[in-house]
């Protein structure tokens, strides 16, 4: 039996209570998405390295194929979402803030939805190899299906030095209108469940602890029922009361355990690892079934669409099509918001694919999502210091962000911040304070990456000088050796031209050490420092592992 | 079909600064009612005079300065500072000063300084407090309340008052004017009297200074009122009003017959005001809650201090302004701790 709600919480500082409308999409049944005519996949569904096309145009593919994968560590591969041919490989628009294409492979669907060969089901995970366990989530293509994108594979293998003590799985899904976690849970829960025994396993962890905010009573229901109904040990499901961003990871991880993990650190580095429940379930499909990530649960709502609902849909599906499958637009349609209204990204057009981390499409009226309005001054009133769930001093970053004082904006915290949205939403003189905050973000990894080439171009520049110096110091050596033999031939010797030799020595090794460290890993460009550190650990720990795997052998 | 793309958050704003400015004004209704009550007509002049004093010399800047007018004075702040400077003066003051003051405020303390949100000091008290200096007389020339006063005039006597610079034939300043009770009160220990003595005068009443107690009372509402709609929060005015009562109980407890009762000091002159709407004036205040304690019992500390051992009677005006001064560098050293990171690294 799992004991009742006797967790102690911890409460973040800030935040916001905010209407939840979540309702109106929660009053239809979740339904299957029909198979639109074309699949677009983008190549880059993830944080990490872009994926490199698997097939050709014109092929045919089969359902569950892998189309598209990279060779990097941080990445996550693509599959045929059903079978069908490839129709062309090319740029097509993404959802992104600025309107971005991006290359996609596009697949005309055959209707027949016919497998390819999958891998085995792993029934008896329990008595498999942790590095097969991981190689297959890492096959099936997940990634952080809470919105974040991450690869997941590389979140399940902390290392060989970090202990996990606790996984948490996130159902808090803390951002108003978004219901397809609740709906996930309600309907899979016993799947929830699997791939936690399944991750607790993996990551070798005793506790797990399932945060769930207060406002989904039927969700927490059907995640108990399952809990108990698997006999899990040690994992309980527990209430958070409702308060935005509660889903925030970090700000998960302190409300269950009161740590609060160091700024630019990962969870695992205090023990904790994370995962949303969309994330888990995936895994256990891909474990238990050997399905790789094909589809996934999206939310359609706002007032800005006839009949607001959850739909299963393939990953790929046009948004337009799945507007369609939810009674089309109304009258009242004015944004479309890929995600939440606090943290989601507008989208220019609804062209553009369901990707893998698309959570909701927020169909927004316009008193939903009014344009924005005039600005005034700040006030200094401390309203968007009293809600920052991370306690920095929005109106200082912003008055430095404005100002381009970027050395200034960063020694407020900039990178600490999480873009949740509360103080530009309590701001009563209507200031986009997280706008600020990106366009800070922006400038300074541009400026770094300004650096790094300038830093790189010069020693290049500095490795030619030291390479023609050494060439030319080579030359006159030999031409000095030649005339030492000439003159050992008469007899005398010398202590000075050795030291010559170790001086040049010594230059040589300069210039390699030099080398060496500019072909130091390279930055994947966009990524916010978090990211990075994960980027550069689990990079490190591959390096670790791969060393390790060599000495074995 | 194509759609808006601004960022996030996309949700309506549920706060404005017009807002707030407004609930500010209409916070200060029932001491303004309270005042009109206990000192007549005057107040309510002077607050009108103020208001379009400031809204027009508001709308002139806005324009010199090429900036959308209408905007810029729907913010209501000029008001703001209009009506606070006008219930700080005296209920008589001579228009001109009123209009002096006014102007000074705005274009000087607040646009010269960039407008709203930049000024380093709040403009009433500045306003406030150059008039006090200049015109030493003129500021202090209150009237009793109206169950000690004789002669109490009518709007029009008031209206004449205040436009024409003297009183209507028949009456002089000594017959219709009188001290503040805190002036008073410094005037009568000056003269080394005891607190026992002092308080026979019919000036006291039960807690403060009969009138001022109920004003302020009333003033205290509406403060309780902006705290209820959080468009203040308690540190301020909590820290504040503790500030002054600690520092006016120690002296009372050591020397109660050289020292008032601390509550007097609450509810006699502009205590509560200060506490409620001028020391939390967002702009020119600490803004981390760990600063504006410090702020507001700085502010506390000073108003005893001034009253008791400085040059001036009341010290809100003097007492606000100076801690202006030091609001800045207090929010530097008060930074709240960044989640994730330890205690004193930034
Ligand atoms: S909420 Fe807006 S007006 Fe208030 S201090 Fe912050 S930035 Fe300034
Ligand atoms: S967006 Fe950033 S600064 Fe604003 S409240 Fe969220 S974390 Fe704080």
């Known amino acids: ?553 | 079909m194509e759609f808006p793309t601004e960022t996030s958050p996309h949700t309506a704003r549920p706060n404005s600064v017009d807002t707030v400015m407004l609930r500010v004004i209409l916070a200060l209704i029932p001491g303004i009612v309270a005042m009109v009550w206990y000192f007549g007509w005057g107040t309510l002049i002077n607050i009108l005079l103020a208001s379009i004093t400031a809204v027009t010399a508001e709308a002139l800047v806005m324009k010199l300065r090429h900036k959308p007018v209408l905007f810029a004075i729907s913010d209501l702040s000029a008001v703001v500072t209009a009506m606070l400077f006008a219930i700080a003066v005296p209920p008589l003051l001579p228009w001109w000063l009123t209009v002096l003051g006014v102007l000074f405020a705005i274009v000087v303390v607040k646009q010269l300084y960039g407008g709203l949100g930049y000024n380093p000091f709040n403009p009433a008290m500045a306003a406030y407090v150059l008039l006090l200096i200049s015109y030493p007389v003129d500021m202090t020339n209150w009237l009793p309340p109206r169950m000690l006063n004789d002669h109490p005039l009518g709007f029009i006597q008031t209206l004449h008052t205040i436009f024409a610079g003297h009183l209507p034939a028949g009456l002089t300043w000594d017959t219709v004017s009188g001290a503040t009770p805190l002036d008073e009160m410094r005037t009568q220990l000056d003269m080394n009297r005891m607190i026992s003595e002092i308080r026979q005068s019919p000036l006291w009443g039960d807690f403060g200074a009969r009138g001022w107690e109920w004003i302020g009372n009333w003033f205290l509402l509406g403060g309780l009122w902006l705290l209820y709609k959080r468009v203040i929060s308690w540190h301020i005015p909590v820290s504040m009003l503790s500030g002054l009562i600690v520092m006016a109980g120690l002296f009372y407890i050591a020397d109660p017959n050289t020292h008032p009762f601390p509550l007097f000091h609450m509810f006699s002159g502009g205590a509560i005001l200060g506490a409620f709407f001028i020391a939390t004036d967002p702009v020119t205040a600490a803004t981390t809650k760990k600063g504006q304690i410090i702020y507001g019992a700085a502010i506390g500390v000073l108003v005893f201090l001034i009253r008791t051992f400085g040059g001036y009677p009341d010290a809100v005006a003097f007492a606000v302004l100076l801690m202006n001064l030091a609001a800045p560098t207090i929010d530097y050293y008060t930074q709240p701790r960044v989640f994730g990171h330890k205690r004193g690294q930034t």
């Open chain 1, 1 to 553: 039996m799992t004991p009742p709600n006797q967790q102690r919480l911890w409460r973040f500082h800030g935040g916001l209570h905010l209407p939840d409308n979540k309702a109106q999409s929660l009053g239809r049944e979740l339904t299957q998405a029909t198979v639109p005519q074309r699949l677009i996949l983008p190549l880059q569904q993830h944080i990490g390295e872009e994926d490199k096309p698997l097939v050709a145009v014109g092929e045919r593919v089969l359902k569950g194929q892998m189309i598209a994968r990279s060779k990097a560590y941080i990445s996550a591969p693509i599959h045929a979402p059903t079978s069908g041919t490839v129709a062309s490989i090319g740029p097509e628009p993404i959802p992104h803030p600025s309107g971005l294409v991006a290359t996609c492979i596009v697949i005309e669907p055959d209707g027949e939805d016919a497998w390819a060969e999958l891998p085995e089901p792993m029934d008896d995970y329990q008595q498999r190899d942790r590095a097969d366990l991981r190689e297959r989530v890492r096959w099936a293509g997940i990634v952080g299906l809470g919105g974040a994108a991450f690869p997941t594979s590389v979140k399940l293998n902390p290392g060989p030095n970090v202990r996990i003590k606790t996984l948490i799985i996130n159902g808090a899904e803390c951002e108003p209108y978004i219901t397809c976690d609740d709906m996930l849970m309600r309907t899979r829960a016993p799947r929830i469940v699997s791939g936690i025994k399944i991750l607790k396993h993996l990551l070798e962890v005793e506790e797990c602890l399932i945060g769930i905010e207060d406002n989904k009573p039927v969700a927490i229901a059907a995640m108990r029922q399952a809990v108990t109904d698997a006999g899990l040990q040690k994992t309980r499901v527990v209430t958070i009361p409702t308060l935005y961003p509660s889903g925030g990871e970090k700000q998960l991880i302190h409300i269950l355990t009161g740590k609060e993990v160091p700024s630019h650190a990962i969870p695992a580095q205090i023990g904790v690892v994370c995962h949303n429940v969309g994330t888990t379930a995936a895994i256990a499909d891909a474990v238990l079934e050997g399905k790789p990530l094909l589809s996934r649960i999206v939310t359609l709502t706002g007032d800005g669409v006839a009949e607001p609902r959850n739909l299963e849909a393939l990953i790929g599906t046009p948004v337009s099509d799945l507007i369609a499958q939810a009674g089309g637009y109304t009258n009242a349609v004015y944004k479309l918001i890929l995600g939440g209204p606090m943290m989601g990204i507008a989208l220019h057009t609804d062209a553009v694919p369901l990707t893998k981390a698309a959570n909701c499409l927020l169909v927004a009226s316009r008193e939903e999502a009014p344009d924005p309005s005039p600005v005034r001054p700040c006030i200094r009133c401390g309203e968007c210091a009293r809600v920052c769930p991370v306690s920095l001093l929005p109106q200082q970053m912003y008055w430095y962000a404005r100002a381009k004082d970027f050395d200034k904006v960063q020694a407020y915290n900039l990178f600490d911040c999480i873009e949740c949205g509360c103080c530009s939403h309590v701001c009563p003189a209507h200031l986009p304070l997280v706008q600020f905050y990106r366009f800070a973000k922006n400038e300074i990894w541009a400026q770094e990456e300004e650096k790094r080439k300038a830093e790189q171009a010069r020693q290049r520049h500095e490795a030619r000088q030291a390479r023609l110096e050494r060439l030319e110091r080579e030359r006159k050596a030999k031409l000095r050796k030649k005339k030492e033999a000439l003159e050992k031939k008469k007899g005398a010797g010398g202590k000075e031209q050795d030291a010559k030799k170790a001086a040049i020595e010594a230059a040589m090794k300069r210039v390699a050490e030099k080398k060496a460290a500019a072909a130091a890993p390279k930055n994947t460009e966009g990524l916010t420092p978090a990211q990075q550190r994960q980027v550069d650990n689990a990079e490190a720990r591959r390096r670790a592992a791969e060393t390790e795997g060599e000495q074995e052998k």
